[in-house]
């Protein structure tokens, strides 16, 4: 698959689950469940995902942001 490909099924993935997940009432969790077919690709995404610590590296990732807006913050302070 051609790197613009990719690109435009990956935007193209998060412009729909985001749209999904702001039109209903239902927990994530249970949104994932709803859409996840027994050997779908949605599973077959989650399950290659369960391979590495996802949970650890946005946690990472959004400390680092939070870490970094705050030093931003205080130098603008000063």
């Known amino acids: 698959m051609e790197q ?3 690109e435009e099924s990956i935007r193209n993935l998060i412009i729909g ?3 999904m997940i702001e039109r209903s ?3 994530m969790a249970q949104l994932r ?8 690709t949605t ?3 989650l399950d ?3 391979q590495y610590d996802i949970v650890s590296m946005f946690e990472d990732c959004l400390s ?6 705050v030093e931003l913050s205080n130098r603008d302070n000063e």
């Open 25 to 27: 009432d239902l927990s």
């Open 33 to 40: 469940k709803n859409i996840t077919s027994k050997g779908g």
């Open 4 to 6: 613009d490909q990719v």
């Open 48 to 50: 290659a995902l369960s």
């Open 17 to 19: 689950t985001s749209k």
């Open 64 to 69: 680092a942001a939070v870490n970094r807006s």
């Open 43 to 45: 599973q077959a995404g």
